[in-house]
């Protein structure tokens, strides 16, 4: 099981990124694929995911209204557009599968304990 993150970079504040996840080794609707991000000195961040099927999502407060995660299953691929960036998203961004189920429960579905597979990580750099 591999997942490989990338189109991480460097923008300016209030740019765009779209960083993708290709996942092999399992089937993609399988699982619940997850996009988290730490920053130096900070604590693993869970701020959003998508189910196996793609009809259900969850977002972290944080970036709720300017990032959209999707899913390709027919490319093995999850998509994360990340809109009005900021510094503070400034943070290495890792994408992860779990057997999360739906609907999801709020209590773990952004806690990376409850996810087994991970990708590398992408540097996500905003400057002001």
């Known amino acids: 099981v591999q997942l490989q993150a990338s189109g991480g970079g460097l923008v300016q504040a209030e740019g765009s990124l779209r960083l993708s996840c290709v996942v092999s080794g399992f089937a993609p609707a399988d699982y619940t694929i997850g996009w988290f991000r730490q920053a130096p000195g900070k604590e693993r961040e869970g701020i959003t995911c998508?189910?196996?099927?793609?009809?259900?999502?969850w977002y972290a407060d944080s970036v709720k209204g300017r990032f959209t995660i999707s899913r390709d299953n027919a490319a093995n691929t999850v998509y994360l557009l990340m809109n009005g960036l900021k510094p503070e998203d400034s943070a290495v961004y890792y994408c992860?599968?779990?057997?999360?189920?739906?609907?999801?429960?709020?209590?773990?579905?952004?806690?990376?304990?409850?996810?087994?597979?991970w990708g590398q990580g992408t540097q996500v750099t905003v400057s002001s």
């Open positions: 998508i189910s196996g099927g793609g009809d259900s999502t």
């Open positions: 992860a599968a779990g057997p999360i189920p739906v609907p999801f429960d709020m209590d773990y579905v952004g806690t990376a304990d409850y996810y087994d597979y």
